[in-house]
Structure formats: structure tokens, C-alpha cells
């Protein structure tokens, strides 16, 4: 399975720590990006930046949590970042279709919306999945081609 690269803003220290030790349990490499604890209070758009740098530094190959109060400012964050597919996930549905239709390789969610037992099963669906070739390829290009033509950059 790949390796996951989880933020968090100091809204979703605890949640952040239950994915973890989630994770972790089932043998995913994560790595934590931050944030430190609920003490730090590093903005949401930076805690994403800095997963999103990881993601794109691996080629791709890494995937992506991010965590905060609702999941939204993360998920509008993380869509900044050239070949980044974030989305807001709340229900296992949603999650099996960020995956297979979307080609999401960050999922985002709000600490102060789910509690932690669906956050968990939202995740292993999206863990669990791969995107295969479908007809929502073309839709995913259409995406990287709207990206191309807006000059979103990938480096720093
Ligand atoms: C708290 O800063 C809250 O605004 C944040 O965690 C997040 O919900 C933003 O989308």
C-alpha cells in the first residue's frame, strides 16, 4: 500500500492521532506532517502546502490526509497545487468515488463534523481503492488540462 503523508490545523490534533495509530495498526507507512499539537497554530493552507510539496517530491507515488475543523480549507488548499485531487469526504460513498471517479490522491475531513469510527472506515475505503482506466479517465485529463491552461506550477 502506499505511503500516506497526514496534516492536521489545531482543530484536528486528536482526530490526526487516531488515523495515525489507525493506520499504523493495518501496517500503511504514514508520515506526519504536522501540525505539532493543538499549541501550534501553523495556518491550514500551510500544514496542506507542505503535504502537497511531499506528494508531488515523491512523483506522485505518495497519498495524501489532511484534516481540519470542517475539511474545507484544506480541500481548497491542496487543490491549488499542480496534480493535487483533494475532496471532502464525509461518507464511505463519497470516499470509494473520490478514489475511482475522481482520481483524488488527497482526501480531507473535518474533525468537528465525523466522528472518529467513520472517519476511520472513510479512510480504509479510500485506502483500499485504485483508479483504473474508466470513462472517467477523460474527465480526469479534462482536469489536468484546465490546470495547464491556468499555469498552476508545481514547484516551490
Ligand atoms: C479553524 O481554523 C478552522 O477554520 C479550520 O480548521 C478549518 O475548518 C477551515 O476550513
Redesign the pocket.
Known sequence: MRTIVIGC????VSLKNELIAFMKSKGVKVEDAGCSGSEDST??PYIAERVCQRIIDSGYEKHGVLI???????A?SANKFKGIRAGVCHDPYSAERLKLSNNGNVLCM???VIGVELAKKILWEWLNLEFVDSPSTPKVEAINEIEEKNHICAAR
Open positions: 490545523d489545531n482543530a484536528a495556518y491550514y481540519c475543523g470542517t475539511g474545507l480549507g484544506m481548497i473535518g474533525e468537528r
